[in-house]
């Protein structure tokens, strides 16, 4: 079933003592001002884990394979698969510069994170941009005292680098991590960025789909929680808003993370959301609105909304 709504949203991360999105000096992401970042690679990286964990077909995600040499004889060592690699690993098919784009065009689109994210795909003559009904933003910290710690780490095995005479001591490794951080991030979906190709009659497709909005919203609400890695551990999902417009709706609201204010609250430790200002932003837009969703831990956060706009709140776990 197609889904015609725009929605407008914002998904909230927390890291407790770990590191939701490193640089390449193993820190944190911060702007040139300092400011605490994550990337929206590093959002959808978990929910594309999730969904590849449980079944769906995810074209933009690692896979190995042990490939063999030009003679057919395997060779000992794994590697990625490339783009091509992987579209026939998921889709049982080659692609070739013969290969009909309407085919390709199936193919990709049966993709839960092409459906969602859109994708680049180019390869052997087959040039095809799709720019996803989903658009996800820079998710930027609100937690003004954010700290970032060094810890040392002593590995249980002797560098064998190290040629000098009497190594015999185990190296060294450093986890960096922050004390506390919230990151928050906008979204929007937009299902008129596929209406093109709609008209293209491409084999079982109808636009975006109420199936393919059904699994970000589920990813968006626990995929962070669910991806439990060693530098991610400490990282859960802990805050989401969905603003669903009517259809055909006419009012275009902006990123909505500008309007999310988090604070530490005193004495009994919660934390506190405060959606004041965005209620200020949708004050008069009510007829334009279907419904508001709020999703968010009551054991540990509190929602501040005032009477600008009324939202069902539902626990988050």
Known sequence: MKWNKRVYGVIGISSIMANWNADFSHRPKTTINGEIFGSDKALKYPMKKMWDNTGEKVLAIKSYIIPNDKKGKELDKFQPRDLEERYEYIFGEEVNEKTPSLTVLKNL???????????????????????????????????????????????????????????????????????????????????????????????????????????????????????????????????????????????????????VVFEKGTGDDMNKISLLKLGELLEGKNDEIESIEIYYNPVTTIIEMGNKFKASLRRLY
């Open 109 to 259: 689109f049966a993709a839960v994170d092409v459906m969602n994210f859109g994708t680049t795909f180019a390869v052997k003559k087959q040039n095809i941009s799709i720019t996803g009904a989903v658009q996800l933003g820079q998710g930027f910290n609100k937690y003004k005292d954010a700290d970032i710690h060094t810890q040392d780490i002593l590995s249980p095995y002797r560098n064998s680098n190290d040629s000098s005479e009497g190594n015999t001591t185990s190296t060294l490794g450093t986890k960096i991590v922050t004390d506390e951080a919230h990151y928050f991030y906008p979204f929007s979906i937009n299902p008129n960025n596929y209406k093109d190709y709609e008209k293209l009659g491409i084999e079982n497709f109808t636009g975006y789909s109420e199936e393919a909005y059904e699994l970000f919203k589920k990813a968006a609400l626990i995929s962070a929680t669910a991806f439990n890695t060693n530098s991610k551990a400490g990282c859960e999902n802990e805050f989401a808003l969905f603003v669903i417009c009517k259809e055909e709706c006419e009012a275009y609201l902006p990123n909505l993370d500008a309007y």
